[in-house]
C-alpha cells in the first residue's frame, strides 16, 4: 500500500458498501483480522535511506530526545520491537476507547518506524529519530488491493480535521500526514491552519498520482505545510510521485525498509508515505538542536539544507532538492535567499604611497639619465682611443 486515502464518506460508501459517520461506532481496541497485515522477517543488511543518511553519524548531534511526532495514520503496533516503549497513548477516530497502539493495515507502523525505530542488534534498519516519542492518532485502516480495489474504513474529512485538533491540542512538535485527499476541504483546511499557527512543523506526502492526472493534493498544497515527494535510490523521483509547487523537498520512497506490523521488518515499501517520516524525523532531530527555531524557521532551514536533485533543477518535481538531515543539523547559514557578495569598497587615495611612488619614478629616472651618461662617455673614449691615433698616422689625411 503506497497512501492511504481519506475520501468523502459517500465515495467510500459507494466503492466499499461501508457507510461512515465520522465518528468512531465501536469500542476498544480493534481486533485485526488475520492477515490484514502480514509480520515481516528480520532484514539484516543496512538498508539504502540508512546508508545515505548514517544515522549514528546524526546521533552525535541529535536523537529527538524530548520531541513528540503525531503520526496521524493506520495506528501504530507499539508492541513492536523496535518501536516498543516508544508509542505514547493515543487516539482512535475509528473505534471508541482505542489509543491508536494498534495497526491493522500496517502503514503507520512502517511511517512510524522510519521516524523512531530503536536500533536492535542484526538488524539494519533503523529510525532517524529514535529518542523521539511517537503519537499515533488512528483514522484509517483502509488497504489497496492488487486488483486496483480497497477494503477497510477510513473518517470522513471532517473526523480527519477532528483528529489534526486534538493531535495539536496534546501539544506535539511535529504532525507527520502520509494521507492524502484530492478535494480542498474547508474544514482540513481550517485545521491544518490552526496547526500552522500553534507552531508546528506539519509534514505531508505529495501523492502518488502523477500517472493518473496529477490532482492537487491536500494537505501537501495547504499554506506552511511541507510537502514531500518521493525519489528513488539513484536520486531520481519516483515516477508516480506527484508534481507542482506543493513540493518542498524530496526524500526516500521507492523500496524502503521499515518496521512492519506484527513484527519484523520489509522493504519493499514505496511511495510518498514513507518519504515523509524521513522528513519528520529531521524535523524532529532539529527541534531538539535548535530548540529556538519556529516551526516555519526549521521548515525554511531542512529546504535550505537540501542537495541538488540528480534528476535536474525542476522545482516542480523536486522542490529545493534531496532531505539531508546532517547538513540541516549541521549548516551555519540555512535560510533565505543566497547572500549576494558586498560591492568593492571605492578606491581611495593614501598620500604616503603617492610620495613613495613619486619618489620610485624620480629614482627611476636619475638612474636613466646617468646610465645614458656614462654610455656617452664610454662611446667617446672609445672613439678617441681608436680614431685619434689613426689620424696621428696618416698625418690627418682621408682615408684611400
Same mark, same amino acid.
Given at each position: 500500500?503506497?497512501?492511504?486515502?481519506?475520501?468523502?464518506?459517500?465515495?467510500?460508501?459507494?466503492?466499499?458498501?461501508?457507510?461512515?459517520?465520522?465518528?468512531?461506532?465501536?469500542?476498544?481496541?480493534?481486533?485485526?483480522?488475520?492477515?490484514?497485515?502480514?509480520?515481516?522477517?528480520?532484514?539484516?543488511?543496512?538498508?539504502?535511506?540508512?546508508?545515505?543518511?548514517?544515522?549514528?553519524?546524526?546521533?552525535?548531534?541529535?536523537?529527538?530526545?524530548?520531541?513528540?511526532?503525531?503520526?496521524?495514520?493506520?495506528?501504530?503496533?507499539?508492541?513492536?520491537?523496535?518501536?516498543?516503549?516508544?508509542?505514547?497513548?493515543?487516539?482512535?477516530?475509528?473505534?471508541?476507547?482505542?489509543?491508536?497502539?494498534?495497526?491493522?493495515?500496517?502503514?503507520?507502523?512502517?511511517?512510524?518506524?522510519?521516524?523512531?525505530?530503536?536500533?536492535?542488534?542484526?538488524?539494519?534498519?533503523?529510525?532517524?529519530?529514535?529518542?523521539?516519542?511517537?503519537?499515533?492518532?488512528?483514522?484509517?485502516?483502509?488497504?489497496?488491493?492488487?486488483?486496483?480495489?480497497?477494503?477497510?474504513?477510513?473518517?470522513?474529512?471532517?473526523?480527519?480535521?477532528?483528529?489534526?485538533?486534538?493531535?495539536?491540542?496534546?501539544?506535539?512538535?511535529?504532525?507527520?500526514?502520509?494521507?492524502?485527499?484530492?478535494?480542498?476541504?474547508?474544514?482540513?483546511?481550517?485545521?491544518?491552519?490552526?496547526?500552522?499557527?500553534?507552531?508546528?512543523?506539519?509534514?505531508?506526502?505529495?501523492?502518488?498520482?502523477?500517472?493518473?492526472?496529477?490532482?492537487?493534493?491536500?494537505?501537501?498544497?495547504?499554506?506552511?505545510?511541507?510537502?514531500?515527494?518521493?525519489?528513488?535510490?539513484?536520486?531520481? &523521483?519516483?515516477? @508516480?510521485?506527484?508534481?507542482?509547487?506543493? +513540493? =518542498?523537498?524530496? /526524500?526516500?520512497? !521507492?523500496?524502503? %525498509?521499515? $518496521?512492519?506490523?506484527?513484527?519484523?521488518?520489509?522493504?519493499?515499501?514505496?511511495?510518498?508515505?514513507?518519504?515523509?517520516?524521513?522528513?519528520?524525523?529531521?524535523?524532529?532531530?532539529?527541534?531538539?538542536?535548535?530548540?529556538?527555531?519556529?516551526?516555519?524557521?526549521?521548515?525554511?532551514?531542512?529546504?535550505?539544507?537540501?542537495?541538488?536533485?540528480?534528476?535536474?533543477?525542476?522545482?516542480?518535481?523536486?522542490?529545493?532538492?534531496?532531505?539531508?538531515?546532517?547538513?540541516?543539523?549541521?549548516?551555519?547559514?540555512?535560510?533565505?535567499?543566497? &547572500?549576494?557578495? @558586498?560591492?568593492?569598497?571605492?578606491?581611495? +587615495? =593614501?598620500?604616503? /604611497?603617492?610620495? !613613495?611612488?613619486? %619618489?620610485? $619614478?624620480?629614482?627611476?629616472?636619475?638612474?636613466?639619465?646617468?646610465?645614458?651618461?656614462?654610455?656617452?662617455?664610454?662611446?667617446?673614449?672609445?672613439?678617441?682611443?681608436?680614431?685619434?691615433?689613426?689620424?696621428?698616422?696618416?698625418?690627418?689625411?682621408?682615408?684611400?
Amino acid at each position: 500500500m503506497a497512501l492511504l486515502r481519506v475520501t468523502a464518506a459517500i465515495t467510500l460508501l459507494a466503492a466499499t458498501g461501508v457507510a461512515l459517520t465520522g465518528t468512531p461506532a465501536r469500542a476498544a481496541e480493534p481486533t485485526c483480522q488475520t492477515g490484514s497485515a502480514a509480520p515481516g522477517q528480520r532484514i539484516t543488511e543496512v538498508p539504502w535511506p540508512q546508508q545515505r543518511y548514517a544515522p549514528d553519524r546524526l546521533a552525535s548531534f541529535a536523537s529527538g530526545s524530548g520531541v513528540t511526532v503525531a503520526v496521524i495514520d493506520s495506528g501504530v503496533d507499539a508492541t513492536h520491537a523496535q518501536l516498543a516503549g516508544q508509542v505514547i497513548r493515543g487516539n482512535d477516530f475509528l473505534d471508541r476507547g482505542g489509543t491508536g497502539r494498534v495497526d491493522c493495515a500496517g502503514h503507520g507502523t512502517a511511517v512510524a518506524s522510519i521516524i523512531a525505530a530503536r536500533k536492535v542488534n542484526n538488524v539494519g534498519f533503523r529510525g532517524l529519530a529514535p529518542a523521539a516519542k511517537i503519537l499515533p492518532v488512528r483514522i484509517s485502516e483502509r488497504q489497496e488491493l492488487v486488483d486496483g480495489t480497497a477494503r477497510g474504513e477510513s473518517v470522513t474529512p471532517a473526523g480527519f480535521a477532528n483528529s489534526i485538533d486534538w493531535a495539536v491540542n496534546r501539544g506535539v512538535d511535529v504532525i507527520n500526514l502520509s494521507v492524502v485527499l484530492y478535494n480542498d476541504y474547508p474544514v482540513v483546511r481550517a485545521a491544518i491552519a490552526r496547526a500552522v499557527r500553534a507552531d508546528i512543523v506539519v509534514v505531508a506526502a505529495a501523492g502518488n498520482q502523477n500517472d493518473k492526472g496529477n490532482p492537487r493534493p491536500y494537505p501537501a498544497a495547504y499554506e506552511g505545510v511541507l510537502g514531500v515527494g518521493a525519489i528513488a535510490q539513484d536520486g531520481t &523521483r519516483l515516477s @508516480a510521485s506527484q508534481v507542482g509547487n506543493f +513540493v =518542498d523537498v524530496v /526524500a526516500p520512497g !521507492a523500496d524502503v %525498509t521499515a $518496521a512492519a506490523a506484527g513484527g519484523g521488518q520489509k522493504a519493499d515499501f514505496t511511495g510518498t508515505s514513507y518519504a515523509a517520516p524521513f522528513v519528520s524525523a529531521t524535523a524532529a532531530l532539529l527541534r531538539e538542536y535548535y530548540p529556538a527555531l519556529s516551526a516555519q524557521d526549521i521548515i525554511r532551514r531542512i529546504k535550505a539544507t537540501a542537495d541538488p536533485a540528480p534528476g535536474g533543477k525542476d522545482s516542480n518535481a523536486y522542490g529545493a532538492g534531496v532531505l539531508n538531515p546532517y547538513r540541516a543539523l549541521t549548516e551555519t547559514v540555512t535560510s533565505g535567499e543566497p &547572500r549576494k557578495a @558586498a560591492p568593492l569598497p571605492a578606491a581611495s +587615495v =593614501d598620500p604616503a /604611497a603617492v610620495a !613613495a611612488e613619486r %619618489t620610485r $619614478a624620480q629614482t627611476r629616472r636619475h638612474a636613466l639619465w646617468l646610465a645614458m651618461g656614462g654610455g656617452g662617455i664610454a662611446a667617446l673614449a672609445v672613439l678617441c682611443a681608436v680614431v685619434i691615433p689613426r689620424g696621428m698616422r696618416r698625418s690627418w689625411r682621408p682615408a684611400g
